[in-house]
T-cell receptor, first 115, second 112 residues
């Protein structure tokens, strides 16, 4: 149980285009989903927290207009990187959680490369 | 506020030897503590977690960790390293604001 999927696993796009990444909890309903960004050989940096049906809460320094998060249901959250630039290239990981302070279950990650 | 410090960005042990990965935390509230493992180009997998019950926590793959409040530590151990244990390990803390704060990670190398 507690499986989280991400799609796509890898995406290459041209600078200026938008990319959507999906995060799904497959066998449980997630009250909260999180989006992280991980640079090579570094730790995970929390970008935003999203609760189903409400606006996402972004961490300081994360541009909400650039990284659009939609949490339309208890099993799906999407991250859209708008007008992507090469500096947005990174490994994006989502996680899902049931309840407060409970374990977060992580997706396999999405590797984004912006040319 | 919460923070995590992992001592040693790289640790090398011989196959069959004891694995010890160090983690110290800071938290203004009773913490929840986690150890996650990450294999290359993959997401994070939970090894074990401490949530204020038993101080010695057993996880998957033979790993365990002991919560020591007096030392603000949550070190990860495994009695006998296996080649498949080579990966990146993250210690993490969750406090009253429900966010998980990750350490910088420790890459574990297993020597044949």
């Amino acid at each position: 149980g507690a499986v989280v999927s991400q799609h796509p696993s890898r995406v290459i796009c041209k600078s200026g285009t938008s990319v959507k990444i999906e995060c799904r909890s497959l066998d449980f309903q997630a009250t909260t989903m999180f989006w992280y960004r991980q640079f090579p050989k570094q730790s995970l940096m929390l970008m935003a927290t999203s609760n189903e049906g409400s606006k996402a809460t972004y961490e300081q320094g994360v541009e909400k207009d650039k990284f659009l998060i939609n949490h339309a249901s208890l099993t799906l959250s999407t991250l859209t990187v708008t007008s992507a630039h090469p500096e947005d290239s990174s490994f994006y990981i989502c996680s899902a959680r049931v309840g407060t302070r409970e374990t977060q279950y992580f997706g396999p990650g999405t590797r984004l490369l912006v040319l | 506020a919460q923070s995590v410090t992992q001592l040693g960005s790289h640790v090398s042990v011989s196959e069959g030897a004891l694995v010890l990965l160090r983690c110290n935390y800071s938290s203004s509230v009773p913490p929840y503590l986690f150890w996650y493992v990450q294999y290359p180009n993959q997401g994070l997998q939970l090894l074990l977690k401490y949530t204020s019950a038993a101080t010695l926590v057993k996880g998957i793959n033979g790993f365990e960790a002991e919560f020591k409040k007096s030392e603000t530590s949550f070190h990860l151990t495994k009695p006998s390293a296996h080649m498949s244990d080579a990966a990146e390990y993250f210690c993490a803390v969750s406090g009253g604001d429900d966010k998980i704060i990750f350490g910088k990670g420790t890459r574990l190398h297993i020597l044949p």
